[in-house]
């Protein structure tokens, strides 16, 4: 990956045997699989192991040239510290406005915009979720097919709401993320809730009046008027009378929403009206080969084109931490940048673990030695622009930010994905090198394949096959390019693998409170 590397992974389907001539004439010492590192000179023990010019560790033992260089040969380095780090001395790369490119999308009345028009049904406790889930079905079945125009209907599962710490600090973070995924751009400013009613998370607390669109209040029973809180159906109401009064209740409160989103049209829409997300999961050693690389070209193209781009993952730039700070556009940008990472380093602390229990048997499989190795090769999705502002986990993005935000996050792909919905993501792009079959409800999710064997075996599965960088020669802004126009048919509607398969992950709350 640099020129002062002491190490290569081998792109070889299947790995190369022991006594393997490489080009340079070094012969393989052991047989090493696919993904995972050769060592190409000798080194001493306690010498340096260097991938990406970045030390990912120390040997360990002596090693020989053409050895299989894994985990447990490697001493992982310890963690920056926060202090006397580079602080935005990157220079603006001042790229070229990138114009003239579109989609269509749909526009909300607060200015956002959606890539689908989705009615989504907020919960406030995971008590309600099973007649939810028997009323969306209802809802699907009866109401959806006379309303051609809305692409779906879905529950706002969570298992939040009660037997929780409410009012304990860190409880904003789980609150606030409900909050503004129910004002998502996918949904059309349409706020539909069902409560149970004794539970801890009162409608009104999930969404203060004045902190959502105002609508037509419905007739339903147990419903309370908009003007008072947010549209809800109160399942402990007395008006309701058997479980069945629940359902018809949901389902005729539905009505009306529907039929909003209904009346909306797709328009053209500049491509700077995107919020994309990005995020990496069963990652491997080509993630920061060919999809990651990738995914920062069209990161570049975006921003470029005046959208914004996410990307997060704490755990998984933290070992680039110094590469965050100095791209920072101000001191302030990035004195955020290390709150938040300080923040999680505590949290981290509190259960007694460190940035090393994020690597998962399957990124050690795929030749992902520890943390370090897999940040710098997760934090290249961001691309070379100068990061603009940074978000807090469940905080909403703004109308004016935009360009490149760092939203803190934890690396979990659920809570991720989740956290990103509610900064406002109106779409997702995930790389995998491992394979999951991934995807949210809520957004389309762009899913990109680090290696062919990958895209070749999941090719129903994978919308994108980005190890041909290693594998067919292709160049890191063809597939960068290829993404980007990815991105434009299916903010218009095009439906990814996993929208055609109706795979969807649940959404999971970030709660670092006390459970009571």
């Given at each position: 990956?640099h020129?002062?590397?002491n190490?290569?992974?081998?792109?070889?389907?299947?790995g190369?045997?022991?006594?393997s001539?490489?080009?340079?004439?070094?012969v393989?010492?052991?047989?090493?699989?696919?993904?995972?590192?050769?060592?190409?000179?000798?080194?001493a023990?306690?010498?340096?192991?260097?991938?990406?010019?970045?030390?990912?560790?120390?040997?360990?033992?002596p090693?020989?040239?053409?050895?299989?260089?894994h985990?447990?040969?490697?001493?992982?380095?310890v963690?920056?510290?926060?202090?006397?780090?580079?602080?935005?001395?990157?220079?603006?790369?001042?790229l070229?406005?990138l114009?003239?490119?579109?989609?269509?999308?749909y526009?909300?009345?607060?200015?956002?915009v959606?890539?689908?028009?989705?009615?989504?049904?907020?919960?406030?406790?995971?008590?309600?979720?099973?007649?939810?889930?028997?009323?969306?079905?209802?809802?699907?079945?009866?109401?959806?097919?006379?309303?051609?125009?809305?692409?779906?209907?879905?529950?706002?599962?969570?298992t939040?709401?009660?037997?929780?710490?409410?009012?304990?600090p860190?409880?904003?973070?789980?609150?606030?993320?409900?909050?503004?995924i129910?004002?998502n751009?996918?949904?059309?400013?349409?706020?539909m809730?069902?409560?149970?009613?004794?539970?801890?998370?009162?409608?009104?607390?999930?969404l203060?009046p004045?902190?959502?669109?105002?609508?037509?209040?419905g007739?339903?029973?147990?419903?309370?008027?908009?003007?008072?809180?947010?549209?809800?159906?109160?399942?402990?109401?007395?008006?309701?009378?058997?479980?069945?009064?629940?359902?018809?209740?949901?389902?005729?409160?539905a009505?009306?929403?529907?039929?909003?989103?209904?009346?909306?049209?797709?328009?053209?829409?500049?491509?700077?009206?995107?919020?994309?997300?990005?995020?990496?999961g069963?990652?491997?050693?080509?993630?920061?080969?060919?999809?990651?690389?990738?995914?920062?070209?069209?990161?570049d193209?975006?921003?470029?084109?005046?959208?914004?781009?996410?990307?997060?993952?704490?755990?998984?730039?933290?070992?680039?931490?110094?590469?965050l700070?100095?791209?920072?556009?101000?001191?302030?940008?990035?004195?955020?940048?290390?709150r938040?990472l300080?923040?999680?380093?505590?949290?981290?602390?509190r259960?007694?673990?460190?940035?090393?229990?994020?690597?998962?048997?399957?990124?050690?499989?795929?030749?992902?030695?520890?943390?370090?190795?897999?940040?710098?090769?997760?934090?290249i999705?961001?691309?070379?622009t100068?990061?603009?502002?940074?978000?807090?986990?469940?905080?909403?993005?703004?109308?004016?930010?935009?360009?490149?935000?760092?939203?803190?996050t934890?690396?979990?792909?659920?809570i991720?994905?989740?956290?990103?919905?509610?900064?406002?993501?109106?779409?997702?792009?995930?790389?995998?090198?491992?394979?999951?079959?991934y995807?949210?409800?809520?957004?389309?999710?762009?899913?990109?394949?680090?290696?062919?064997?990958?895209?070749?075996?999941?090719?129903?599965?994978?919308?994108?096959?980005?190890?041909?960088?290693?594998?067919?020669?292709?160049?890191?802004?063809?597939?960068?390019?290829?993404?980007?126009?990815?991105?434009l048919d299916?903010?218009?509607?095009?439906?990814?693998w996993?929208?055609?398969?109706?795979?969807?992950?649940?959404?999971?709350?970030?709660?670092?409170?006390?459970?009571?």
């Amino acid at each position: 990956m640099h020129e002062d590397d002491n190490v290569a992974i081998v792109v070889n389907d299947g790995g190369l045997a022991a006594g393997s001539v490489l080009d340079s004439g070094l012969v393989l010492i052991d047989k090493v699989p696919q993904g995972h590192k050769v060592l190409l000179r000798d080194l001493a023990q306690g010498d340096t192991i260097k991938r990406y010019n970045v030390t990912i560790g120390r040997a360990l033992k002596p090693l020989k040239a053409g050895c299989w260089v894994h985990e447990r040969l490697i001493e992982m380095p310890v963690a920056l510290g926060f202090e006397n780090l580079p602080i935005a001395q990157h220079q603006d790369p001042q790229l070229a406005p990138l114009e003239g490119y579109t989609f269509e999308g749909y526009k909300n009345k607060d200015g956002s915009v959606g890539t689908r028009n989705i009615l989504a049904i907020t919960t406030t406790v995971q008590c309600v979720a099973g007649v939810v889930s028997i009323a969306v079905q209802r809802i699907k079945s009866e109401l959806l097919p006379q309303y051609p125009n809305v692409d779906d209907v879905i529950g706002l599962e969570h298992t939040y709401g009660c037997g929780v710490a409410i009012d304990a600090p860190d409880a904003i973070i789980p609150i606030r993320t409900l909050r503004h995924i129910s004002l998502n751009p996918n949904f059309g400013g349409e706020v539909m809730v069902v409560s149970l009613g004794c539970e801890k998370l009162q409608p009104d607390r999930l969404l203060p009046p004045g902190s959502f669109p105002l609508q037509s209040a419905g007739q339903g029973l147990g419903l309370r008027q908009a003007q008072d809180g947010p549209e809800t159906v109160c399942l402990q109401d007395d008006a309701h009378v058997g479980f069945m009064s629940m359902i018809d209740d949901i389902v005729q409160t539905a009505r009306p929403h529907l039929e909003r989103l209904n009346a909306r049209k797709r328009e053209t829409l500049p491509a700077s009206e995107l919020i994309v997300g990005v995020q990496c999961g069963g990652s491997d050693a080509f993630s920061g080969v060919t999809a990651n690389p990738a995914v920062g070209f069209a990161a570049d193209l975006l921003v470029r084109a005046g959208a914004t781009i996410m990307f997060s993952e704490n755990t998984e730039v933290r070992d680039a931490v110094d590469q965050l700070t100095k791209r920072c556009a101000s001191q302030e940008v990035a004195a955020e940048v290390i709150r938040e990472l300080s923040w999680y380093d505590k949290y981290l602390e509190r259960g007694r673990v460190d940035r090393s229990a994020n690597t998962t048997p399957g990124n050690k499989a795929g030749g992902l030695s520890n943390i370090v190795e897999k940040a710098m090769g997760s934090i290249i999705k961001s691309g070379t622009t100068l990061i603009q502002s940074v978000l807090a986990p469940g905080e909403r993005l703004r109308k004016d930010q935009r360009g490149l935000v760092f939203a803190a996050t934890p690396a979990s792909d659920f809570i991720c994905g989740t956290l990103q919905l509610a900064a406002g993501m109106n779409l997702h792009i995930f790389t995998t090198g491992r394979g999951t079959p991934y995807g949210l409800a809520e957004c389309p999710v762009i899913k990109v394949a680090t290696r062919t064997d990958l895209a070749r075996r999941w090719h129903d599965l994978m919308d994108i096959d980005a190890g041909r960088i290693a594998s067919e020669g292709a160049s890191i802004e063809e597939v960068g390019w290829e993404l980007f126009r990815l991105m434009l048919d299916v903010a218009s509607g095009k439906k990814t693998w996993a929208e055609q398969w109706k795979l969807h992950n649940a959404l999971v709350l970030f709660n670092p409170a006390p459970v009571t």
